[in-house]
């Protein structure tokens, strides 16, 4: 059984960076695509970042892109996001997820077998 616990949530203010992890349990992270998406108050839950098996395909949101950074360490089973220039509106429940089908990751949330129970960020401005 596949469980997936963030952390590293907090209030930052804008301008400044936070990094989230999400430790793995029950299978490597090195043989299935993680996610990272996140859901503001009243609205849906948004693709944030995604990264293949391998580490090699990567895609991001066009609203983080050059600010956030998701990458893998297998040895740690872990997947982390860096995030810097933080904006109010990153401010939402940020969640890591696995597709446990899948090699390479997709931006939609349905596709997604794993997930975690979340980690508040909050950017104040």
């Known amino acids: 059984q596949v469980q997936l616990v963030e952390s590293g949530g907090g209030l930052v203010q804008a301008g400044g960076s936070l990094r989230l992890s999400c430790a793995a349990s029950g299978r490597s992270v090195s043989t299935y695509a993680m996610g990272w998406f996140r859901q503001a108050p009243g609205k849906e839950r948004e693709f944030v970042s995604t990264?293949?098996?391998?580490?090699?395909?990567?895609q991001y949101a066009d609203s983080v892109k050059g600010r956030f950074t998701i990458s893998k360490d297998n040895a740690k089973n872990t997947v982390y996001l860096q995030m810097n220039s933080l904006k109010p509106e990153d401010t939402a429940v940020y969640y890591c997820?696995?597709?446990?089908?899948?090699?390479?990751?997709?931006?939609?949330?349905?596709?997604?077998?794993?997930w975690g129970q979340g980690t508040q960020v909050t950017v104040s401005s």
């Open positions: 990264s293949s098996y391998s580490g090699r395909t990567i």
């Open positions: 997820a696995g597709d446990g089908d899948r090699g390479v990751g997709t931006a939609t949330p349905l596709e997604y077998d794993y």
